[in-house]
């Protein structure tokens, strides 16, 4: 808007009726928390179908600044290709990431927000799509691992495969079973992490989450479970085992206190949520890593982190 245009605009704001004047606070309000979305999103420098960094503008829709490419002609804004993509109330994301990191429920994020509690939980499961893929790539020095288990829960699924039961309880054997899901948590001393959910709990699935993390010269520490040896005599890798049943908790530099540790933290958190759904599970792993490791991590960072566009998972259009 010209100067002109607008010095009449603020005039005319002194005749609103107190009504009004709420209303033009609230859209005004409304319009600053969308238009910021996409200064914490980051700026948008190439096009999410086919990478072509030649843009340019296309109007704009649900206050959001569009573009279209010049090599697909596809149109697109800064959610595009994000976990974001799609979903309403755009105004109330930070205060919905606010909750996130407090680790709220989805019930009293919805009062929060002043959304249906329908909304807030599809929110929880787009926006940690990316907390769920952002696992540390690599370890190294001295690397702890270790599995833990949490009750198998269809929480959401009708009808049940099995029998309900009630909210928690336990499982009738220890280990994995049909009962419970077992996850692998790997985790070096200077506090990279990841994890994994294994199907099966031995040498191979082991293997398989944890060869492409390691140097040759890593020096692996982990109780004495039978699997955990197979793993690194048949891969030349060098482990240290304690011997936790006998109350044996460090022997100089090895120990396992450091993983022990992150599996108690992961699981008094995972408490508060009565119940995980085992479809879910993998979100809320991420999730506890993100708040772990990032433990000052601010509102703005949390939702820039959510909104990284998910398109360099999938294979390149050819332009």
């Known amino acids: 808007m010209k100067n002109r245009p ?6 005319s704001l002194s005749s609103l009726t107190f009504a009004q004047s709420k209303q033009v606070q609230e859209h005004i309000i409304h319009q600053c928390k969308i238009e910021s979305l996409e200064d914490i999103i980051g700026k948008v420098d190439s096009c999410p179908h086919c990478h072509s960094s030649e843009l340019y503008k ?9 573009y279209r490419c010049k090599s697909c002609h596809k149109t697109f804004n800064a959610l595009s290709a994000t976990s974001l993509a799609r979903l309403r109330y755009k105004e109330m994301w930070l205060d919905y990431t606010q909750d996130l990191i407090k680790g709220e429920s989805i019930r009293a994020s919805a009062e929060h927000c002043h959304v249906d509690k329908n909304t807030t939980f599809r929110w929880r499961h787009k926006m940690l799509q990316i907390p769920a893929i952002s696992k540390a790539k690599e370890v190294h020095g001295i690397v702890e691992f270790d599995e833990t288990y949490f009750l198998e829960s269809q929480k959401g699924n ?11 309880g336990s499982a009738t054997q220890r280990g994995i079973s049909s009962e419970q899901i077992a996850v692998l ?8 992490t990841t994890d994994a959910i294994l199907e099966q709990s031995n040498q191979y699935t082991i293997a398989k989450v944890m060869l492409p993390l390691l140097d040759k010269d890593v020096l692996l520490c982990s109780d004495k479970k039978p699997s955990y040896k197979a793993f690194a005599n048949n891969n030349d890798l060098t482990l240290e085992t304690i011997n936790v ?14 993983v022990n540790a992150y599996d108690s933290r992961l699981k008094e958190w995972m408490k508060h949520f009565h119940g995980v759904a085992t479809c879910h599970l993998e979100s ?17 960072g949390f939702l820039a982190l959510i909104g990284k566009r998910l398109d ?3 294979p390149l259009t050819p332009t």
């Open 6 to 11: 607008f010095h009449e605009l603020l005039k």
């Open 58 to 66: 296309w109007g704009v829709r649900s206050n959001l600044q569009r």
């Open 158 to 168: 009708h009808p049940l495969s099995r029998a309900a039961r009630k909210r928690g």
């Open 185 to 192: 948590i790997v985790r070096d001393r200077n506090g990279n």
């Open 245 to 258: 049943s006998k109350k044996e908790h460090t022997r100089g530099i090895v120990h396992v206190q450091n």
């Open 284 to 300: 809320y792993l991420g999730w506890m890593r993100i708040l772990d490791g990032m433990k000052n991590i601010s509102v703005k």
């Open 312 to 314: 360099y998972l999938q």
